[in-house]
């Protein structure tokens, strides 16, 4: 607790799932988290409401991040919000863990639904870093969420594995760029989540038991499980570490 007294995150994405959890436990953690979302506003302030009940803070921040100004959108709105409270516009930690998946293989694959794909998990982190550098303090933190799915092949979810692998790479190019400044980039990979993107996973027991079956625990993972290896990942303790994709599978196919 309080390990990030004095700190800014933004979250993208964070109106429910992992991101959810990912801005519950930052501001846990004394951080003030912009709960950014796209269109789902009423989850969105759900996660604002859930973290000031507890004595945290946080306001919600909207920005499609598949549309051409919605970056530079991002931003202003960021500005705006800590503006209203107070605050310097000024940025510590940036999660980029919005995402969706479109299935289908090589013979189900749309040109539409690639571009849709690599505008959110690879287009938009790209330039949510260099529209915000002017922003990002020193010391500061970048956590990517990418997928165990880079991995371990799954051919029913191939252009999102594609996209998700460019994260990666991005991830380990920008901590070379940004070492000089002290700022850490880093990923997280989980592996089966038990979120409303993956429920059709966990439906029944069965669909649970199978996923579960593929984890090392005999279990599928819970959002917490990823949000404690980013506050880690966005605390000072991870000072030394950067350039990683830590593997939050629960040691699924290994």
């Excluded at 700190?7 to 519950?24: F, K, S």
């Excluded at 400044?181 to 996973?201: E, H, K, L, S, Y």
């Excluded at 506050?231 to 699924?252: E, H, K, N």
């Amino acid at each position: 607790m309080g390990t990030l007294n004095g700190r800014t995150a933004l979250v993208t994405g964070a109106g429910r799932g992992i991101g959810r959890a990912i801005a519950r436990r930052l501001a846990a953690d004394g951080a003030l988290v912009a709960v950014h979302y796209g269109s789902d506003e009423s989850s969105a302030r759900e996660t604002v409401a859930l973290i000031t009940d507890a004595g945290g803070r946080a306001f919600p921040l909207r920005g499609p991040l598949d549309e051409p100004d919605g970056i530079r959108t991002v931003y202003e709105r960021f500005d705006a919000g800590l503006r209203a409270l107070g605050e310097p516009t000024a940025l510590d930690i940036l999660v980029n863990n919005a995402g969706f998946n479109i299935g289908g293989g090589v013979r189900e694959v749309t040109p539409q639904d690639f571009d849709r794909l690599m505008a959110v998990h690879a287009r938009a982190p790209l330039f949510l870093v260099q529209e915000g550098l002017t922003l990002l303090r020193e010391g500061g933190r970048i956590v990517n969420i990418s997928s165990a799915a880079t991995r371990v092949a799954l051919p029913s979810a191939l252009a999102y594995s594609m996209a998700k692998a460019a994260l990666e790479a991005l991830t380990h190019t920008l901590a070379k760029e940004l070492g000089a400044r002290q700022i850490t980039v880093n990923c997280v990979a989980p592996g089966f989540v038990r979120t409303d993107m993956n429920r059709r996973r966990w439906a029944t027991p069965e669909a649970e038991a199978q996923h579960a079956a593929l984890s090392a625990f005999g279990r599928m993972g819970e959002p917490a499980d990823v949000a404690d290896i980013v506050a880690f990942l966005a605390s000072t303790d991870s000072r030394w570490v950067t350039g990683q994709c830590i593997d939050a599978s629960g040691g699924s196919a290994l």
